[in-house]
């Protein structure tokens, strides 16, 4: 599986949106609620594992050191 980006994310989710017809539709496809999907994409909250589960992702997180 790849790792993405925040902003690739995003993207990908926007092109769901597009493809599926709207935010309504997605979100009911991955079981969240339309208010939840429209403040993901537009920046006022991070995607939660109901939106990555539905895009079939998971969050990891990782430490890098700094030299």
């Given at each position: 599986?790849?790792?993405?980006?925040?902003?690739?994310?995003?993207?990908?989710?926007?092109?769901?949106?597009?493809?599926?017809?709207?935010?309504?539709?997605?979100?009911?496809?991955?079981g969240?609620?339309?208010?939840?999907?429209?403040?993901?994409?537009?920046?006022?909250?991070?995607?939660?594992?109901?939106?990555?589960?539905?895009l079939?992702?998971?969050?990891?997180?990782?430490?890098?050191?700094?030299?």
């Amino acid at each position: 599986m790849k790792a993405l980006t925040q902003t690739q994310l995003l993207d990908e989710l926007r092109a769901r949106v597009d493809s599926i017809g709207s935010q309504r539709k997605l979100a009911i496809a991955i079981g969240c609620s339309q208010q939840y999907l429209s403040d993901v994409l537009s920046g006022r909250r991070l995607p939660g594992p109901l939106i990555l589960r539905g895009l079939g992702y998971e969050m990891e997180t990782w430490f890098k050191a700094v030299k």
